[in-house]
Nanobody
């Protein structure tokens, strides 16, 4: 069984910072790409950032310069440092990992989501 466990969500004031973590565990053969999506109330889920095993990153235009994604390959953990947060970024943030678990081809696995609320 494979799990992605997120932590670090909560309430933060506008302009504040927050760090999310997501650790993958279980019978994992390899982790390819890890990333974060978010779903704001009444909106579709959108990609926030992702990072490859080699450290190549890409970000949504709306978070460039404010968010930083990183990972610890030895721990199968991905982080999202969020600075200068805005109220419109209130959302459930989901971790995703593309992993090889049992077969040959990698599959996408999702965390349960963590609520981030940006409000004064």
């Amino acid at each position: 069984q494979v799990q992605l466990v997120e932590s670090g969500g909560g309430l933060v004031q506008p302009g504040g910072s927050m760090r999310l973590s997501c650790a993958a565990s279980g019978r994992i053969l390899s982790v390819v790409t890890m990333g974060w999506y978010r779903r704001a109330p009444g909106k579709q889920r959108e990609l926030v950032a992702r990072i490859t095993t080699g450290g190549t990153t890409n970000y949504a235009d709306s978070v460039k310069g404010r968010f930083t994604i990183s990972r610890d390959n030895a721990k199968n953990t991905v982080y999202l440092q969020m600075n200068s947060l805005k109220p419109k970024e209130t959302a459930v943030y989901y971790c995703i990992a593309e992993m090889v678990v049992g077969g040959i081809l990698p599959g996408n696995y999702w965390g349960q989501g963590t609520q981030v609320t940006v409000s004064s």
